[in-house]
């Protein structure tokens, strides 16, 4: 371990906790280890050096991965409340409301285009009609829901 503690001085100097420095220098030489048939003596301190900067990059992108799922398994967790749900389905109600009180033939391509996510062109190509229309249609079904939801906030 010649290059031992200038290694981990440069992985502290990263993530500013030396615990994790040395244990990532560990693995450092242990990837060396594996490698040393590939590896030629006059270039080995630049590949440890490449090999911790690695480490460190790969122990970052997993922390970040470790937050995000545990922020969202807890934002799960938190919206499955009994007071969550029963808002989430007076919402729906709602919304199933609002939805029918669109001209069918508005409703029609409003959830073609959001649910379906088709665009207008074949929109109306599918219901036989101009692009136009189906313009039309779909400008009246948002002012629809939009003056619908403009009363319930």
Sequence with gaps: MEYGESIRNFIYSKCGDMALAEDITQDTYVTLWQKCADTDPLTVKSFLYKIAGNKVIDHFRHQKVAMNYRT??????????????????????????VL?????ASRTVFMMSRIEKLKYAEIADRLQVSVKAVEKRMH??????????GRKL
Excluded: C, M, R
């Design 140 to 149: 009246k079904a948002l002012i629809i829901i939009k003056n619908q939801l």
């Design 72 to 97: 969202n398994k807890k934002s799960l967790v938190d919206h499955l409340t009994p007071q969550f749900q029963l808002e989430e389905q007076e919402y729906k109600a709602y919304l199933d409301g």
């Design 100 to 104: 029918s009180s669109i001209p069918e």
